[in-house]
Structure formats: structure tokens, C-alpha cells
């Protein structure tokens, strides 16, 4: 499984970005994708879920300003950020879940780097 972030970069405040997550070589849906993010000097924390149900879970942080989706027939999942604060600048990184019993598997992105001017 490889997940490839795409669509960071450096934006002012107040302003948009909107990142994907293209998940390839699974062969299966996950059961969980999220967005996780880790700012400098901090642990990484998670950003949104949205689980194969379509179900969403936001940090307080971002309620109201980011929105998560997925296309599962793309296995592709969307961060639409608006109203970004420099507070939001970190690195972004993709992550997706599939179980097999009680057994959770996690795969990673590389990571994209979003910065908020202010």
C-alpha cells in the first residue's frame, strides 16, 4: 500500500489549500483514512477521520473550517482547508486503517508540508 499526499504549500491567512491522499496497491477499501498533522517541536496530532461509512471526526481546532471526504472508487480522501491561521502551518501527513480481527493495520504518507503566512 502506498499513500502519496499532494496538494500543500504556502498560503497566506485566511486563504484555502486543498490536500489529497491517493491511496495505491491495496487491492481492498479501508476501514478508516485521516489526516494527521505535526507542527515543529510538537507531536503529531490527528487533524479529521472519515471512516468507509462516510462518518467524519474533527479536532476542535479545525471544526467549521476544514472538511474531510473520500471517493472510494478512487480510494482517494480529500482535506479541504479554508480559513487557514498560521497555527495551521505543519507537515500534513495521510493515514489509512484496515483491521483483520483485532489486528489494526496503519499505512503512512510521506508527508506535505503546508505553511500560513500571516
Known amino acids: 500500500v502506498q499513500l502519496v499526499e499532494s496538494g500543500g504549500g504556502l498560503v497566506q491567512a485566511g486563504g484555502s489549500l486543498r490536500l489529497s491522499c491517493a491511496a495505491s496497491g491495496s487491492g481492498f477499501s479501508f476501514d478508516a483514512m485521516a489526516w494527521y498533522r505535526q507542527a515543529p517541536g510538537k507531536q503529531r496530532e490527528s487533524v479529521a477521520t472519515?471512516?468507509?461509512?462516510?462518518?467524519?471526526n474533527y479536532a476542535d481546532s479545525v471544526k467549521g473550517r476544514f472538511t474531510i471526504s473520500r471517493d472510494n472508487t478512487k480510494n482517494t480522501m480529500y482535506l479541504q482547508m479554508n480559513s487557514l491561521e498560521p497555527d495551521d502551518t505543519a507537515v500534513y501527513y495521510c493515514n489509512a486503517i484496515t483491521r483483520s480481527g483485532i489486528i489494526r493495520y496503519d499505512y503512512w504518507g510521506q508527508g506535505t508540508q503546508v505553511t500560513v503566512s500571516s
Open positions: 472519515v471512516t468507509s461509512g462516510g462518518s467524519t
